[in-house]
């Protein structure tokens, strides 16, 4: 497990990568929040939580690649609020859960898609970023 706040602030951390092989089951709330230089985020397919504001702030996040097969299930509330950067990302298929909020804030966010045979059951308040 990444910890709740183990990354947070570190202003210049530009970019996450895991082995594919990784063991990583979940990523903390607000592990990487504040983390204003981080664009690339590479999420293996062992990591099944991503926790509350994970992503919050990280305004020059632009690319989200989740591995194939993975076994994500819930995307907590505001995990990505405030990614600025953020244009689009495809949603493993196995997502049941969107937390409230999940993407406000991403003015930028112009395309979510969801895996085939998508497993979506539920979609918190406020999760799509507002137009303008």
Same mark, same amino acid.
């Given at each position: 497990?990444?910890? *709740?706040?183990?990354?947070?602030?570190? *202003?210049?951390?530009?970019?996450?990568?895991?082995?594919?092989?990784?063991?990583?089951?979940?990523?903390?709330?607000?592990?990487f929040?504040?983390?204003?230089?981080?664009?690339?985020?590479?999420?293996?397919?062992s990591?099944?939580?991503?926790?509350?504001?994970?992503?919050?702030?990280?305004?020059?996040?632009?690319?989200?690649?989740?591995?194939?097969?993975s076994?994500?299930? *819930?995307?907590?509330?505001?995990?990505?609020?405030?990614?600025?950067?953020?244009?689009?990302?495809?949603?493993?298929?196995?997502?049941?859960?969107?937390?409230?909020?999940?993407?406000?804030?991403?003015?930028?966010?112009?395309?979510?898609?969801?895996?085939?045979g998508?497993?979506?059951?539920?979609?918190?308040?406020?999760?799509?970023? *507002?137009?303008?």
């Amino acid at each position: 497990e990444i910890e *709740e706040w183990c990354f947070f602030g570190c *202003e210049a951390l530009r970019a996450v990568t895991f082995e594919s092989e990784s063991r990583l089951r979940t990523i903390g709330y607000r592990a990487f929040f504040g983390c204003s230089s981080l664009g690339f985020m590479f999420i293996p397919r062992s990591v099944g939580v991503l926790g509350g504001e994970c992503f919050y702030g990280c305004r020059s996040l632009s690319a989200v690649v989740f591995e194939s097969d993975s076994q994500l299930t *819930e995307i907590g509330p505001s995990a990505f609020s405030c990614c600025l950067s953020l244009e689009s990302i495809c949603l493993p298929r196995g997502v049941g859960v969107l937390g409230r909020e999940c993407f406000s804030g991403c003015r930028s966010l112009s395309r979510i898609t969801f895996g085939p045979g998508s497993q979506l059951t539920g979609i918190g308040q406020g999760v799509f970023p *507002e137009g303008d």
